[in-house]
């Protein structure tokens, strides 16, 4: 009895530890939801609720003003969504390797190099504006990036406080011999 009263008595400092440790592991994700949020933001949605591109607030003339204006921000960075390809990211990367075709040209030369096309995504999911943004220096694996891009089906479109908007991806295609 006496070693189960000394076990318990060993026990409670660490019981208290463990919750004051989540309570600062709470506080802390706290703050890193709220810089996400304010990083989502544009600069002058910053400005018109008060805060600085450091994500730290401007000293408000009035508490409950400042109150408000917090509200604000969490309710625009929770009512922004992205563009999101029919099954997450690694179905956009299963995607391309199971589309891309190692181009013929490049063969003989045994060329490797990676392409990144641009592609905007329409209010109602559909995909455009197809451009190579950094080439990988040889016109047939660019080639292949595009035609890989526009080969995408439609996208589930982002939107911003319901409505849909315009949404700019950057893919990568990647070409090594051998595939």
């Known amino acids: 009895m006496k070693n189960i009263l000394t076990l318990l008595l060993l026990a409670l400092p660490f019981v208290s530890l463990n919750a004051q440790v989540q309570a600062e592991a709470e506080k802390d994700t706290a ?5 996400m949020q ?8 910053m400005k018109a609720i008060g805060v600085d591109n450091e994500g730290t607030k401007k000293s408000a003339p009035n508490a409950t003003k400042a109150k408000k204006e917090n509200q604000a921000v969490t309710n ?3 009512n922004r ?3 999101t390809f029919p099954g997450g990211e690694r179905a956009i990367r299963d995607f391309v390797r199971k589309n891309v075709r ?3 040209e490049c063969k003989q030369e045994r060329n490797a190099g990676r392409a990144v096309v641009s592609i905007t995504v329409k209010p109602d999911g ?3 504006g197809f451009a190579i943004k950094n080439s990988s220096g040889n016109k047939y694996m660019d080639a292949e990036a595009l ?3 526009r080969l995408m089906p439609k996208w589930t479109p982002a939107a911003d406080t319901g409505k849909g908007v315009e949404f700019k991806y950057l893919l990568n295609v990647s070409f ?3 595939r």
């Open 31 to 35: 703050k890193v939801v709220k810089r």
């Open 38 to 45: 304010l990083k989502m933001m544009d600069n002058s949605e």
């Open 76 to 78: 625009v960075a929770a």
């Open 81 to 83: 969504s992205k563009a």
């Open 102 to 104: 190692y181009p013929e």
């Open 126 to 128: 559909t995909l455009s």
């Open 147 to 149: 035609r890989i891009a």
């Open 176 to 178: 090594r011999p051998g």
